[in-house]
């Protein structure tokens, strides 16, 4: 890690080493700025939210982490992306393979239409997974805490789960191939209460092993689940709004006593 990145980091800075760490000057979708100046760590092993109005690019920046950005036509990062200190933005990196380490699970549950057993088996293999594939459907299910619900219809269409067992599929497929980092939009936002507490327990569970980052609009769960949480604003930059963080911090200070105004007010709910 380059000590000078540490040192651009305006906002918190926890003493330990980050496992990724975003340095964006600004990123393009064609000519429209939409992110200025964010200079973030992200810790191994916590749980990282990402809160601010929409429109703010909590997405865009979430989709910096594994290049996912590069999928759409004429965007482009000014800047680069540290995961254990290599640049993922470098020429000589391969996103493919990166993705592998880094995985996005979605706001809507996009398993594949193919059987359960499937949607994890399919991942596993076009990674070149050798051994035990039964067993290792098995020990995702059971992360994702799934195994149970479904062990008895392993072969039936994915699509005809729940939506909350189709979400949790989703991250027993994510898991499957043993990332380093997860990254989630809004995993919860299109599951019922009951089913939004079950992801929220296994973040939990899957920290131990995995570094979080979570985009949400419901600040309960952020305060909930997150140990660090970034909120994000629109400030008038070149004409237009673009996206800033403004404050950087244990979700404990964030959501107690933040520094700036502006983030109680979004906290308390008076806009976003
Ligand atoms: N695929 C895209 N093409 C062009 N502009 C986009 C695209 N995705 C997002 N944007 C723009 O980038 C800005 C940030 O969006 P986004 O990252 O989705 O914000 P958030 O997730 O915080 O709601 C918005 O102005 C949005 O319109
Ligand atoms: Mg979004």
């Not at 191994?44 to 690019?57: D, E, L, V």
């Not at 973040?203 to 769960?221: E, G, R």
Request: charged share 20%; glycine share 6%.
């Amino acid at each position: 890690m380059n000590p000078d990145y540490l040192q651009a980091t305006e906002g918190f800075s926890e003493n330990i080493e980050p496992i990724l760490y975003a340095n964006v000057k600004a990123f393009y979708y064609g000519n429209d700025l939409a992110l200025h100046n964010i200079q973030l760590p992200i810790y191994k092993n916590y749980i990282t939210a990402f809160i601010g109005p929409s429109g703010c690019g909590k997405s865009t920046l979430l989709r910096c982490f594994n290049r996912l950005n590069d999928l759409i036509d004429n965007t482009h990062l000014d800047g680069e992306i540290l995961f254990h200190g290599r640049n993922i933005y470098h020429p000589q990196e391969d996103a493919i393979l990166l993705r592998r380490y880094i995985t996005m699970v979605f706001q809507r549950p996009n398993p594949f239409p193919k059987s359960i057993y499937n949607n994890i088996a399919f991942g596993l293999r076009v990674h070149g997974h050798k051994g035990n594939i039964d067993a290792l459907v098995e020990h995702s299910l059971r992360q994702a805490f799934l195994w149970e619900e479904v062990k008895n219809r392993l072969k039936d269409n994915a699509l005809s789960l729940s939506g909350g067992q189709k979400q949790r599929l989703c991250i027993a497929r994510a898991i499957a191939v043993q990332p380093e980092v997860i990254l989630m939009d809004e995993p919860c936002s299109a599951l019922d209460p009951i089913s939004s507490n079950q992801i929220e327990d296994l973040m939990q569970s899957l920290k131990a092993n995995c570094t979080i980052i979570i985009v949400t609009h419901n600040m309960q769960q952020a305060a909930r689940v997150a140990d660090m949480t970034a909120f994000f604003n629109l400030e008038m930059k070149e004409g237009s709004r673009v996206g800033e963080l403004v404050e950087y911090d244990h979700s404990s200070v964030i959501f107690t006593h933040p520094k700036h105004q502006v983030t109680k007010q979004y906290i308390q709910g008076s806009f976003g």
